[in-house]
């Protein structure tokens, strides 16, 4: 099973950008589908974006798209998520997410296999 470990959080301005990254062990990295959810404070934990094991199809919440963007390297073992024109309301902890299943790690269904410990982002206004 892969194990996740996620970096890149901090603190930024409004309109800023941050990357996120996700470096995961074990051989099987490039046979799962990958995720990002995030958290923030009294909320429930939420869908960000996905990518597929091959990373040739992506989905995002609507609250994010055209301003996030996923992607892989299975060479690397690294998912990324670059973050751009950085919101207040981006403000979460970001958790990356695995599973065999696309339809998992996009949200829609079940709940994905592995997850990561998370990386705090703050964004201040």
């Known amino acids: 099973q892969v194990q996740l470990v996620e970096s890149g959080g901090g603190l930024v301005q409004a309109g800023g950008s941050l990357r996120l990254s996700c470096a995961a062990s074990g051989r099987t990295f490039s046979s799962y589908a990958m995720g990002w959810f995030r958290q923030a404070p009294g909320k429930e934990r939420e869908f960000v974006a996905a990518?597929?094991?091959?990373?040739?199809?992506?989905y995002y919440a609507d609250s994010v798209k055209g301003r996030f963007t996923i992607s892989r390297d299975n060479a690397k073992n690294t998912v990324y998520l670059q973050m751009n024109s950085l919101k207040p309301e981006d403000t979460a902890v970001y958790y990356c997410?695995?599973?065999?299943?696309?339809?998992?790690?996009?949200?829609?269904?079940?709940?994905?296999?592995?997850w990561g410990q998370g990386t705090l982002v703050t964004v201040s206004s």
């Open positions: 997410a695995a599973d065999n299943r696309f339809s998992v790690v996009a949200g829609r269904t079940g709940y994905p296999e592995v």
């Open positions: 990518i597929r094991w091959s990373g040739g199809g992506t």
